[in-house]
């Protein structure tokens, strides 16, 4: 699956985060912020933005080896692999679309990890419909002014900067008048809150409240009117990280589960020869490896320049649903044991479970592998008949 250059890369990453990241992923839970001497740390070992263009300051190499530093960094906490997801999520959206000399600002910050980056795109009445925008953008001279909120964003209170995507266009010009604007989160007008969330406390979600921000022209991102499609596009992108993502924390939990079992012994014998423990675990370590399969065969497709929809919508619609299915499962593999707050598997199943919904519903990803396999003409029809 890996080749040699990516396999010591994966090597490298995993020995990094098993030793730096791993012990304080429980922490973290209680502490509700990423620490930025340790993300400066995955910025030098080359885990943030390794797909970024080498001459906007990222490392210029596959999607592939994003994908690798994301899975590694997640088996030690799922939370701190959000960091170079969205690094590469928003950076591609930057490298594409901004101002090379504002690309090249924030894109080598991003890949250092001096600076975080969240997306801002929905909104208290969106959600699913992600077109369905009212953070409004008026043009005024040299500037736009942005009005408006957005809800349910990730790192929200501890972002330096934002690709936000708001209403250019008039009222009813639907998906074609959204464009996007980097957004430096220190702008005058901008508040942010945090919810009170199950999980991924480390990460953080809240609303970001623009009251008569002030962007420069040139903070906006590709042509008026393009933004949605710029998203829309990154989501193929993102949907196969997160699929690794899911994928790194749950075996985690399966490879302390296998360990948990050859040392615990009940009636005699190591619970490993009983099969009603092991054969469950055994089902998990294959879904997940199939799903990692799936997840960067998407990302080859992606580097490839072909076409990847369908298959990144499935590995956002499996990789979350298998790993909160796989984590539960070695939670009671553990017992009484692993229904105590001291061990990992609690805090993993409620970090993954807020991916079942967020960057889109299981419902919504079965809907565009329908639209990509079936025509999109034949899909809206059955949705009316």
């Known amino acids: 699956m890996l080749d040699e250059a990516e396999r010591e890369f994966a090597e490298a990453a995993r020995r990094f985060a098993r ?16 620490e930025r001497e340790l993300v400066r ?35 030690a906490d799922i939370n701190m692999a959000y960091v170079p997801l969205l690094a590469s999520l928003n950076g591609q959206i930057i490298a594409r679309h901004a101002e090379p000399g504002l690309a090249r600002e924030w ?15 929905t909104e208290p009445r969106g959600g699913s419909d992600a077109a369905n925008l009212a953070l409004a953008a008026r043009r005024e001279g040299a500037e ?44 005058p007008g901008i508040a942010v809150t945090r919810f009170r969330d199950l999980g991924s406390h480390a990460i953080g979600r809240g609303s970001i409240f623009f009251d008569g921000v002030r962007v420069p022209a040139a903070h906006r991102l590709g042509e008026e009117g393009a933004g949605f499609v710029q998203v829309m596009q990154g989501f193929d ?5 997160i699929g690794l993502q899911c994928c790194g924390a749950a075996q985690a939990s399966l490879d302390e589960s296998w360990a948990y079992i050859r040392e615990r012994e009940a009636f ?31 990302l080859r497709l992606r580097d490839a320049g072909l076409p990847h929809t369908a298959e990144a919508a499935m590995c956002k ?63 809206q029809h059955a949705r009316k008949t």
């Open 317 to 379: 619609w499996l990789g979350p649903k298998t790993a909160v299915e796989v984590i539960h499962q070695c939670l009671l593999t553990h017992g009484h044991y692993g229904w105590s707050l001291d061990l990992p598997h609690q805090q993993r199943l409620r970090d993954v479970m807020g991916l079942e919904i967020g960057d889109g519903t299981a419902q919504i990803m079965k809907l565009i592998v329908a639209r990509e396999r079936a025509g999109r003409d034949a899909v």
């Open 41 to 75: 740390e995955m910025g030098a070992l080359g885990l943030i933005g390794a797909d970024l263009p080498e001459a906007l300051g990222g490392h210029g190499q596959p999607s592939v080896m994003a994908g690798i530093a994301i899975e590694a960094v997640a088996e």
């Open 19 to 34: 030793a730096r990241i791993a012990p304080g992923y429980m922490a973290r839970e209680s502490t509700a912020r990423v």
């Open 268 to 298: 005699g014998a190591p619970l490993a020869q009983y099969q009603g423990v092991s054969f469950p675990l055994a089902e998990g370590e294959g879904m997940i490896a199939a799903i990692r399969q799936l997840c960067y065969h998407t």
């Open 107 to 121: 894109i080598s910050r991003l890949v250092a990890g001096e600076a975080l980056a969240c997306i801002a795109l």
């Open 144 to 187: 736009y002014v942005l009005h408006g909120e957005k809800s349910s964003i990730s790192m929200a209170d501890q972002a330096d900067v934002a690709v936000v995507f708001a209403r250019t266009g008039g009222a009813g010009s639907g998906a074609r008048g959204v464009s996007a604007f980097l957004v430096p989160m220190d702008l």
């Open 237 to 241: 992108y993102s949907r196969a990280l």
